[in-house]
T-cell receptor, first 113, second 113 residues
Framework: DQQVKQNSPSLSVQEGRISILNCDYT??????FLWYKKYPAEGPTFLIS?????DKNEDGRFTVFLNKSAKHLSLHIVPSQPGDSAVYFC????????????FGQGTTLQVKP | NAGVTQTPKFQVLKTGQSMTLQCAQD?????MSWYRQDPGMGLRLIHY???????DQGEVPNGYNVSRSTTEDFPLRLLSAAPSQTSVYFC????????????FGQGTRLTVV
């Protein structure tokens, strides 16, 4: 039972354009969501997060939107840069406050120059 | 500032062998976790710990054992390696169980033949 889903395995965008990565979840008890970025042969690195009491969080070129009623969140990258090419993972923090993260399958973003 | 350190980076095991993947963090984080990454599956939680002496199972704990005798170290033991355990393993730590980003190590690529 996949509680966090990223249905698009890959996305390709042109440099300078917007990248939109999507994530759906099933457990309404999740109260914190995070996005991680991963380059090959490296560990995931934290990108941006959002609490379930908010619907938007922005950090520079990165914005995360949360739609609780649809159990959907998205990551917007504007403008996209070639260095953004990586695998992006959506994760939800389990409500038991244990440090457990439930990850989606990941979306590979390719930004073309 | 080393962060989360995993050793070894690469390992090849024969079926039935046992080994320990090491994980150490120098950030005094209470929360530590082990994940495995498989193609198309994202990161799946194996075991986690909310503090020294306290561990619990994640989504895919079978075939693995953990202990947490100190805040800094969280080793993962493979009791009798199987080809299905071929994967990339990541250790993570965080200072807050629910609302803080997790810091990941660089990973251990394990092949079981």
């Amino acid at each position: 039972d996949q509680q966090v889903k990223q249905n698009s395995p890959s996305l390709s965008v042109q440099e300078g354009r917007i990248s939109i990565l999507n994530c759906d979840y099933t457990n309404s008890m999740f109260d914190y969501f995070l996005w991680y970025k991963k380059y090959p042969a490296e560990g995931p690195t934290f990108l941006i997060s959002i609490s379930s009491i908010k619907d938007k969080n922005e950090d520079g070129r990165f914005t995360v939107f949360l739609n609780k009623s649809a159990k959907h969140l998205s990551l917007h990258i504007v403008p996209s840069q070639p260095g953004d090419s990586a695998v992006y993972f959506c994760a939800a923090s389990a409500p038991s406050n244990t440090g457990k993260l439930i990850f989606g399958q990941g979306t590979t973003l390719q930004v073309k120059p | 500032n080393a962060g989360v350190t995993q050793t070894p980076k690469f390992q090849v095991l024969k079926t039935g062998q046992s080994m320990t993947l090491q994980c150490a963090q120098d950030m005094n984080h209470e929360y530590m976790s082990w994940y495995r990454q498989d193609p198309g599956m994202g990161l799946r939680l194996i075991h986690y710990s909310v503090g020294a002496g306290i561990t619990d199972q994640g989504e895919v704990p079978n075939g693995y054992n953990v202990s947490r005798s100190t805040t800094e170290d969280f080793p993962l033991r493979l009791l009798s390696a199987a080809p299905s355990q071929t994967s990339v393993y990541f250790c993570a730590s965080s200072y807050d169980g629910g609302k803080a980003e997790a810091f990941f190590g660089q990973g251990t690529r394990l092949t079981v033949v």
